[in-house]
C-alpha cells in the first residue's frame, strides 16, 4: 500500500463511452500526476498538478481530460477513446513541486483500460 | 528522451548481490539520480535517490561515481520478489515547475532460485 489507490482496477470500454477514472491520495500531498503505460513502452506523463492547478499537459489528445476537485483527489475523464488507448495508466502524488526533497512519488496501482 | 542508458535485462541468483548499472554522462550538478522498480502490471515503486554521496536505505544501496556520470544500485541479497523492471531517472526540468521523470525502458531483472 502507497497511500495512492485507483478505481477501477480493471475498465473496458467501447470508442463511443464515457467513462471516468479516479485516483485519490491519503498522504497529505500536493502534486498529483498522471502517467499512460502502454505494451512494451516506458512510461509517459500526461498531466500534473500542483495545489489543483494544472502545470503541465505533455500533448495529451483532448479525449482525455483531467480535473483535480483538491489536492486529494484526481480524475481522468474519457471520451471517444481509440484502441490504442488502451493501456495502463498510473497516477502518482508527491508532497510537492519543488524543493528537490519533495521529489519523490508514490504511485497507485493503475487502471488497466481496454478500449475495443 | 531518457537522459539515461541501462542495460536491457539482467539475471541475478537469489540470495546474491544484484548490481545495476546506469550512464546519465550528461548529467548536470544539481540534478539527482533516481532509482525506481516496477514489478509486472503494478505502479513504480520508489527505491532510493542520491546526488553526489553514496545513499543506503533499508531496500537498497546507492553508489554515484566521483564524476557523476554513472552510478550503481546494489539489491545486497536478491529475493525471488526482486524480480521487476529497474528505472534509473535523472530528474529533469520542464517549465516552470519541473517536476517529472522521464521514464526509459530500464533494465529488466530476473532474480532466479
Known amino acids: 500500500e502507497t497511500g495512492v489507490t485507483q478505481t477501477p482496477r480493471h475498465l473496458v470500454m467501447g470508442m463511443t463511452n464515457k467513462k471516468s477514472l479516479k485516483c485519490e491520495q491519503h498522504?497529505?500531498?500536493?502534486?498529483m500526476y498522471w502517467y499512460k503505460q502502454s505494451a512494451k513502452k516506458p512510461l509517459e506523463l500526461m498531466f500534473v498538478?500542483?495545489?489543483?492547478?494544472?502545470?503541465e499537459n505533455n500533448s495529451v489528445p483532448s479525449r482525455f481530460s483531467p480535473e483535480c476537485p483538491n489536492s486529494s483527489h484526481l480524475f481522468l475523464h474519457l471520451h471517444t477513446l481509440q484502441p490504442e488507448d488502451s493501456a495502463l495508466y498510473l497516477c502518482?502524488?508527491?508532497?510537492?513541486?519543488?524543493?528537490?526533497?519533495?521529489?519523490?512519488?508514490?504511485f497507485g496501482p493503475g487502471t488497466r483500460l481496454t478500449v475495443l | 528522451d531518457a537522459k539515461t542508458t541501462q542495460p536491457t535485462s539482467m539475471d541475478c541468483a537469489e540470495g546474491r548481490a544484484a548490481n545495476l548499472p546506469c550512464n546519465h554522462s550528461?548529467?548536470?550538478?544539481?540534478?539527482?539520480v533516481y532509482w525506481y522498480r516496477q514489478i509486472h502490471s503494478q505502479g513504480p515503486q520508489y527505491i532510493i535517490h542520491g546526488l553526489k554521496n553514496n545513499e543506503t536505505n533499508e531496500m537498497a544501496s546507492l553508489i554515484i561515481t566521483e564524476d557523476r556520470k554513472s552510478s550503481t544500485l546494489i539489491l545486497p541479497h536478491a529475493t525471488l520478489r526482486d524480480t521487476a523492471v529497474y528505472y534509473c531517472i535523472v530528474r529533469v526540468a520542464v517549465g516552470n515547475y519541473g517536476q517529472n521523470f522521464v521514464f526509459g525502458p530500464g533494465t529488466r531483472l530476473s532474480v532466479l532460485p
Open positions: 498538478y500542483n495545489f489543483k492547478e494544472q502545470t
Open positions: 550528461t548529467i548536470s550538478g544539481n540534478e539527482y
Open positions: 498522504l497529505g500531498h500536493n502534486a
Open positions: 502518482a502524488s508527491s508532497q510537492g513541486l519543488a524543493p528537490i526533497s519533495y521529489n519523490e512519488q508514490f
